[in-house]
Each structure stands twice: as C-alpha cells, then as structure tokens.
C-alpha cells in the first residue's frame, strides 16, 4: 500500500511537471510565490472556465444539438446500429495495440529508478492503468457527451433529459470494462516467458473478428449497454453485470501483473522514454517534432527483420517503389491513410444525408485541415528535410512530389471510394479534390517558393476554404473552378520552388 | 592572400569559389572566400572550430545560398543549376542521416537505380566489403554506429563517382584501417578526375593533402601546396596540422583588415 501512494504521488507529480511548460506559455511562473502572480493565475483559471467551458463547449453542444435535429431517422437508425460495432472495434484495436507493446510505459528516470526499485509489480502496474484510465476519461467523456446530444434529439422528448448524462455516467465503467480487457491481454504476454517472444499472439485478438457471427449479442454488448443508458432502458442488472466484470478482470490483472517481466517492459518502452526525453515542446518546436516523428517512424522497423525488397525499377520509379516499402515497413500506417478517405468521406455523406446546415461543411473543412493525414508527404518530407539526401535524388521537386506521394495518395482514394462504392450519393470528386489539394499544400509547405516559406494550415486554408465555401453556399461549378485554380497555382508553386532555400541551414 | 594563391589556376580548375560572402542574420560567417581546386586534386579544409569550415563547404554544395559570391563547377554557375550539380557534387556532413525505412543495402540500390547506374552492384558489393559494411548491409543504418554511417555515406557517394566530393571531418568518425583504405581509395578516384575537398582537424600517419586551405574566423588566410605553405610561412620538414594552424593564425590574420561591418 506504501509503495501504491508513493508511486502515485511519483505519477502524480511528474504529471504536474509536464504541464508546467505548457502553462508557461500562457505566463504562469511556477516560481513566482507573490500575490500579483496568484491573482494572474486566478485570471487564467476565470479564463479558462469562461472561455473553454462555458463559450467553447456551450457552442459545441449547441451545433451538437443542430446536427441532431437535422438528423433523419433512417440516418438516426443507422448511427445506432453501428455504434455497438464501433465500440467492438475500438476494444479490438486497443487489443491489438496491448498485444503488441506493453501497456506500462516507463521513460527513462522510471527505468532506471522504478523498474529497479523493489517495488511491487502490481503496484506499478495498478497506478499506471489507473493514470492511463482518468487521462482516456478525460477526453473520452466529453466526446461521449458530444455524441449523446446529437442522438438524443431524436429522442421522445420525455426520455431527452438528462440523456447525455446517463451516457457519461455508463461511459466511465464501459470504459474501465474495455481498458482492463485490453490491459489483461498485454499483461498477460509480458508475464508468461514463452509468450513475450510469439509473434503470433498480436495478431490473435483478430480471431475475436468471427465472434459476432457465433455469439453477436456477447461482442455488441457493451455497446448495447450505452445505448441503453442513452435511450433510459438500463437496468440495474446491466450496470451490476457490468461492475463484476470490472472487478473480475481487475482482480485477474492484479495477480498477474505481479510476475510481469520489467525487463521486457523496459525494452518496450524505449520509444516512449525517448520521446519524453525531447520534453514537453517537443509536439511544438519543428527541429523536436522532427525528431519526434523519426523515433515513431524508427520503432516499428527496429523490430522487424526488412521485409519485401525494392524491385529492379529504375529512373523516378524506384522512388514510387520506395514510398509503397516505407509505408509497409513502417507499421500500420498506411491504414490510417485508407481509413482518413473512409472516415471524412462518411463524414461529408452524412452531412449531406442528414441535411445538417452548411456550417458543418465548414466542421468538417475544419476537421480536414486540422488532422490531414501526416503520411501523404512523410516520404517527401524525409527527402527535402535532409540536403545529404536530397543531393541523391536528381529530380525537379515537382517531379519527386509525384514520385513520393502517388502511393499514399492512391491508399487514401482506396479509403475513400470504398466509401463511395457503397453509398454513392455524393460525388468521389470532392474527396479526389480534397486529397489532391492536402497533397499540393503540405508539399508546397515543405518548400520555399521565391525564397518564403508559407505554413501549411494558411495554404490549405486559402485554397480548401473558397472551394468549399462557394460548393456550400453557391454553386458546385464554382467550387470546382476553384479547386483547379487552387491546383494549378499550387502545382506551379512546386515547379517553381528552389531547392537551395529549402535545404538553407 | 594572392601571394600564398596555389598553383591551380582557374583554366585547370575544377571547382572556382570568388569572393564568396555569407551572413546568419546579420554577423558574417564567410567573408570574401575565393580558393580554387583543380581536377584530381584533394585539398583539405583546416581551421579551428567556428571557423566557418562547414558553412562553406554547404554553400558549395548548393545546400546554403550565399549571401554573396559565386561558385562554379567545371565552369559553370552552381546556382541557377541546382538540379544539374546533384549529379556532380556530393557532400558527407560530419553526421550523415539515412531514411528510415531503408536498410543500408537499399540506400544503395535506390541511388543507383535512380541514377540508371549499370553494373554497381559489383562495385557497391567492393565498397561494403572494404569498410566493412558487407555483414550489416541488410540493417537499417538508424541502428549504425557513426563511423558506420559514416562509411555508408560514403559508398553512396563514391558509387556516384562525383566531379567534386565534399566531406566535412571524414576522419573523425573512422576506424584506422578506413580511413587508411579510404586515403588509399581517394587516388584512384583522382586519377578518374574526380575533385576532393574535405575539412578536417587530423591526417592520416605521415600523408598530405595536395593543397591546404587554412581559415580563421571566416575567412580565408592562406591557401598552396604544402612545400609552398612551408617556404612562405616558415615551417620546417613534415609540419603537422596544428604547427601550420597556429603559424597561420597568428602571423597572418593580425595582418587582415578588419570586416567592415562586423
């Protein structure tokens, strides 16, 4: 018990020092004692609380709120046959992801002081899953929230109140459930001797993909439950059922997790201590990020023998061949890539299923130029970040931004299309557009262009922003002139980019 | 300067710098660099650290735009040519990065295919066995030492066979018995034309570049043979590298004219 405060107080605290950088930005001075200082800190506090809880989430909730009620109810029906698939699929994810690499994740201070510590195993297994648990919370419940005010809308307005609640208040063991099933699986690897090493194990939680066609109500049955708290037939055998599993899972993971193998979880866990070590700018500052994402690209392929060759191609084809084996090479990515088409693809068809009002194109604009897919030039971004390698490769940057990104490009239409191919009621222009215009203005953000540089998200927003505003509020042709205007510039921009400024150190 | 000026004239060189300038920011870091250097030739680089050694290797790659000056290449203008001196000019910096998810065999087969080079596996296969690379040519140079990355580097760049290589502190992350091969190497490349300048703070047992280029501070304060370098500056016999940085720094920079602007 001694060991469990004080490895919580260590978790604790080292989580308070992370975000003490970030808070620096705003002016907080942790070594400022003085009044005038706790008064600021009070401001930032109101601020907060004002600003992000009351504006920010009261205008989330309210266009929450509008998406519900656009919503038809075929499109309504829809949504919640799926949401129980959507549960399974993510446990089977986070599955996937505990059998692969241990869920205790140790930077280097805990390696050298806490995995060589005396203390109890399970202890420090127990207050990571419980650090792991509040900080899944933290972002799950208000999405849980977001999502419970558009489906309730459809509701009967008796059973509309306090919808969004109940959800949240089912979320928190649904997510605990899901989280120590997962936990287990990796526990389990990291403590039996002759199973750390079978790489088949990984891939074993895919079997639980023929679960639902033998016993579908005991696969969709978390989801259920929460759709059930939604529509307010929970019960109370639900909920009871519910915590025992809880409690069954977490007493199983506790004896186990007490023969876990620290040195194998050490050695799983280099990647993460070696982006802790970059500290808490490292997201922020471009040489940090860079390092970053080089140690995220590194890990997947430190582990593996090579596998696939590049074939005998030669000229600009062997780069096309290059991009295709990075991708294959570097893990799962290139899922991400099709599963970016897929998902805003059937973000854009519900929005214009469902009738929602034209500001949702511009969400979903919003949500396109905020998280594009990195893959689409990660190829091409190692390439002109690096003069030594870049001096390698005798092609104009136009010529290389084809070569790089055909591959990626291709992936993410194939996400994309898949979509289409089974509701086809909107056109797989938009998406083709979209994704060739997020290839030219991040490739164009890696270059200088008569000696500027122009940031990716002021790019994507000149050209992306009239494209669909003017489909949105005008007219489709207009829209599409615009887009291969915007193309055309871009395109220009990369024949014209000089390679000299870029690489300037 | 002219008076130390090298046998090289600009008819036989092969790589031509004049009055190259380069400021970060404000504060110069190459003030008013010409050298010359002729086909065949290796040249090394000296000076103390900061002395602008690599700033100005990069520039003559074409990897940093100088504020002012020219550089050809065989005659011709680096800069317009960006695309034409990436078949002509490699530069090694002191720690060369890699892709990640290449293994170092594939960096190789990729420059090579790229460049519709014929018959370089064979030559690629020597380079590996020499430096002794041959063992871990299917792993992925991200898990090489620094002499390892080193020696990777330069197989690709000796596999293109440059008109002008370029390295910055070659020595330092090699093994002897590389660095031996490597200087061994660097004369039959001579013979093929192909211009050396390399930076270095260390040469190997009892050898000696064909021409030295001493800098301090930015600029440029002698450069010549080493039997030149010994009549004008006074040094006797086989001079090491730190006898002719010190008689270089202290007799002949006092004797510049102050940057105007600095």
């Known amino acids: 018990m001694r060991e469990l405060r004080l490895l919580a107080t260590l978790r604790l605290r080292q989580w308070r020092a992370s975000l003490v950088p970030i808070l620096r930005l705003f002016g907080y001075n942790p070594n400022d004692r003085s009044i005038k200082e706790f008064l600021y800190n009070l401001y930032l506090i109101a601020f907060f609380v004002v600003w992000v809880i009351f504006g920010t989430w009261g205008a989330v909730l309210y266009q929450a709120t509008q998406l519900g009620q656009a919503l038809t109810l075929p499109v309504w029906e829809q949504l919640l046959n799926a949401l129980p698939w959507l549960l399974f699929l993510i446990l089977l994810g986070v599955m996937l992801r505990y059998a692969r690499r241990t869920p205790i994740l140790l930077s280097f201070p805990d390696i050298a002081y806490v995995a060589g510590s005396p203390a109890p195993r399970r202890a420090l297994a127990l207050v990571q899953f419980g650090q792991e648990a509040l900080q899944t919370l933290l972002i799950v419940l208000p999405l849980t929230a977001v999502v419970a005010v558009v489906l309730a809308q459809s509701l009967p307005p008796e059973i509309r109140p306090f919808a969004s609640a109940r959800t949240a208040v089912i979320t928190i063991p649904l997510l605990l459930f899901m989280l120590s099933l997962a936990w287990l699986w990796g526990v389990v690897r990291l403590s039996a001797p002759g199973v750390v090493d079978w790489r088949g194990y990984r891939w074993l939680p895919l079997l639980l993909l023929f679960l639902p066609f033998v016993w579908p109500a005991a696969v969709l049955w978390p989801g ?63 040489g940090l990020a860079s390092a970053r994402q080089a140690i995220k690209r590194q890990a997947p392929v430190a582990g593996n023998r090579p596998f696939l060759h590049l074939p005998a191609a030669t000229g600009s084809q062997i780069l096309v ?59 091409l971004r190692a390439d002109l970040e690096e003069p030594f390698l870049r001096q390698f490769l005798p092609l104009p940057n136009w010529r290389l931004l084809l070569a790089d990104t055909a591959v990626p490009w291709l992936l993410l239409l194939a996400g994309a299309l898949a979509v289409w191919l089974f509701q086809p009621n909107i056109s797989p222009l938009l998406i083709v557009l979209v994704s060739v215009l997020l290839v030219l203005c991040q490739g164009v953000a890696l270059l200088k262009v008569w000696r500027r540089q122009v940031p990716y998200i002021v790019l994507a927003l000149l050209t992306l922003g009239p494209m669909v505003a003017l489909g949105v509020w005008r007219s489709g042709a207009a829209a599409l002139v615009t887009a291969i205007l915007a193309i055309g510039l871009l395109g220009t921009a990369v024949v014209y980019s000089d390679v000299a400024d870029r690489v300037a150190g | 300067m002219s008076d130390l000026a090298g046998s090289t004239t600009p008819e036989n060189a092969n790589l031509v710098v004049q009055a190259l300038h380069y400021h970060y920011g404000h504060s110069p870091a190459l003030e008013d660099i010409s050298l010359t250097v002729a086909r065949g030739e290796l040249a090394a680089l000296v000076g103390r650290n900061g002395a602008g050694k690599s700033t100005l290797l990069r520039c003559i790659a074409g990897w940093t735009r100088p504020t002012q000056g020219k550089v050809f290449l065989n005659g011709r203008a680096i800069y317009p040519n960006e695309r034409w001196i990436r078949r002509h000019i490699v530069l090694i910096p002191d720690t060369p990065p890699f892709y990640e998810a290449l293994t170092a065999w594939e960096h190789v087969q990729m420059v090579a295919q790229l460049h519709r080079l014929t018959g370089w596996e064979d030559e690629a ?21 620094r002499g390892m990355r080193y020696k990777l580097a330069l197989c690709l760049a000796l596999l293109l066979k440059p008109a002008l290589l370029l390295m910055d502190e070659p020595l330092g992350p090699l093994d002897p018995l590389s660095a031996g091969y490597l200087w061994g190497e660097f004369g039959r490349y001579r013979d093929q034309g192909m211009s050396i300048l390399l930076s270095s703070h260390q040469m190997p047992y009892a050898v000696q570049p064909d021409r030295y280029l001493v800098m301090e501070q930015g600029r440029l304060l002698c450069q010549g043979a080493p039997d030149e370098l010994r009549d004008t500056l006074g040094l006797t016999g086989d001079f090491s590298l730190d006898t002719l940085l010190e008689t270089a720094v202290t007799t002949l920079y006092p004797q510049l004219p102050p940057v105007p602007h600095a």
């Open chain 2, 125 to 145: 296969e020597k380079l590996f066995a020499r430096f002794g690379l041959w063992s871990n040519r299917d792993a992925f140079p991200f898990m090489y030492s």
């Open chain 1, 321 to 379: 061949w290059r991009s295709a084996l990075a991708l294959l090479r570097e893990g799962a990515d290139w899922l991400i890539l099709v599963g970016w088409g897929a998902a805003f693809t059937l973000a854009a068809q519900l929005i214009l299923s469902s009738g929602a009002p034209p500001e949702f194109w511009l969400y979903w604009l919003l949500g396109v130029l905020l998280f594009p897919p990195r893959k689409l030039v990660a190829t």
């Open chain 1, 224 to 286: 259920r439950v929460w759709l059930a708290a939604l529509t307010g037939d929970w019960t109370g055998g639900q909920v009871g059922l519910l915590s025992l599993l809880i409690g069954l899972l977490l007493a199983v993971l506790l004896v186990i997790s007490g023969r876990i193998n620290l040195i194998d979880v050490a050695d799983e866990s280099i990647t993460f201590a070696q982006i802790q070590a970059l500290g808490a700018y490292a997201r922020l500052m471009p």
